[in-house]
């Protein structure tokens, strides 16, 4: 569980590294107790803008426990500030993802004023501190640094808008270390190290843990989602990125041959201002589909509804425009689902195109209404793909690797040998 006690968060879902054993093994677990000896005691901090929504903030909500039950005492905060900061920060979002958009000098201010005003909120007298993501990005310029500081950028910084990209490097290169999810995201011209560490999903999690079939059909039915047709689905926020407008068109292309339901799932995150507009949009898009049922439209902030969503799903897709890593991709594949996704961002990372899911070109409609009818009229494909995508998944993107990351990260930065 999570809960706010002013600006940090407290997270304990009671579960340990152990827990995690009979999933990945011995000798995961073995090495993450060696890497951990040497950090014991150390103090590191985390802090984002949003303990809920979205996959940075979930990724943190497993890690934290996790660090401190191996012996490393980390902390989580949440930088707070008023609406007009998170519509900046939002729009920063999509212009580091290749948007262009003009920020005004009195923009930049409150976005500095914002992060000052913060910092007296909070002392700093870690070992280490993690700053995620864009928003509590100046931070560092408010304390007296006395530690290392990294900034891990979970989004797609392969083509940023130059004019933002160089007002947010002036406070990046205060920075010790950057961290990034893909080769094709990294900068010239930065001095520090950009260090490559693949985001993961937690298995043991309420969206990833195994469901009864008896879980799964009470929330299907408290949701209202049937299961009387083959069931597509997309789990994302409704941001312009995902393109759900987009998999509605596709979703009408396949419907002209198999009919089928589909369900866009997407809770409305507190630091994206934009969500409603584009579910308006979506909306309207598809009223005539909604009205009989064949589209649903879901914003709950329920983890089981998403994990029991994955587990009856024909099909899953991403349709991304843009992506930084695509953690819904990650769980899909975790439930053993077929998972159809664009070929952008860390998607291809973890989709090895006919053999753990397919990519296409994220405009190509027409590719992914084939795919998916491919699947649906051959449901012993749709098998081996999950198969195949969830072995994926546990060899290469779950927590405890996230974990062992961490510490190696921390080891270098702090100057520790491990045993």
């Known amino acids: 569980m999570a809960y706010m006690d ?7 879902n009671g579960r340990t590294l152990e827990d995690h054993r009979p999933i990945v093994g011995d000798d995961v677990i073995s090495g993450i107790y060696r890497k951990a000896a040497a950090l014991q005691g150390k103090r590191i901090l985390h802090v984002n803008s949003t303990y809920q929504s979205g996959g940075v903030a979930e990724m943190i909500l497993s890690l934290v426990p996790l660090m401190n039950d ?23 979002h999509n212009a580091l993802q290749g948007q262009a958009i003009h920020f005004s000098d009195a923009e930049k201010d409150l976005y500095l004023k914002t992060n000052e005003c913060f910092s007296g909120q909070m002392t700093i ?14 931070l560092i310029r408010f304390y007296e640094k006395t530690q290392p500081w990294v900034w891990r950028c979970h989004v797609d910084l392969s083509n940023p808008d130059p004019g ?3 007002f947010l490097k002036n406070f990046v290169l205060d920075y010790d270390r950057m961290v990034i999810s893909h080769d094709e995201y990294r900068r010239r011209g930065m001095p520090m190290e950009q260090w490559i560490c693949r985001p993961a999903i937690d298995p043991l999690s309420e969206k990833n843990r195994d469901l009864t079939d008896a879980e799964i059909a009470d929330l299907l039915e408290k949701y209202g989602v049937p299961t009387d047709k083959p069931l597509i689905t997309q789990i994302s926020r409704f941001d312009k990125w995902k ?54 439209l879901i914003t709950a902030e329920d983890h089981l509804l998403v994990n029991a969503l994955q587990r009856v799903s024909c099909v899953i897709l991403q349709k991304s425009l843009r992506e930084g890593f695509g953690l819904t991709v990650t769980e899909g594949l975790w439930k053993g689902r077929p998972v ?11 989709i090895q195109d006919g053999e753990t899911g397919f990519l296409l070109e994220a405009t190509d409609i027409d590719g992914f ?50 045993t």
């Open 6 to 12: 002013g600006i940090t968060c407290i997270c304990d």
């Open 164 to 166: 933002l990209w160089e």
């Open 125 to 138: 007298d870690h070992d280490l501190v993690v700053i995620h993501d864009p928003q509590p990005l100046p």
């Open 243 to 296: 393109d759900p407008e987009g998999v509605v068109d596709v979703f009408l292309r396949v419907r002209e041959h198999v009919d089928c339901r589909l369900v866009l799932c997407g809770s409305m995150a507190p630091d994206d201002p934009e969500g409603w507009e584009i579910y308006r949009s979506v909306e309207e898009k598809a009223r005539e589909f909604i009205e009989t049922g064949d589209v649903i």
């Open 340 to 350: 159809i996704a664009s070929r952008v961002g860390g998607i291809p990372l973890q």
């Open 70 to 92: 191996v012996g490393i005492r980390t902390q989580w905060n949440i930088l707070t500030g008023e609406g007009d900061f998170f519509v900046i920060t939002k729009n920063f």
């Open 369 to 418: 209404a084939w795919r998916i009818r491919e699947v649906l009229e051959n449901p012993e494909l749709g098998e081996r793909l999950g198969r195949a995508g969830k072995e994926y998944v546990r060899q290469n993107f779950l927590i405890t690797r996230l974990l062992s990351d961490y510490l190696e990260m921390l080891s270098a930065e702090l100057g520790v040998q491990n």
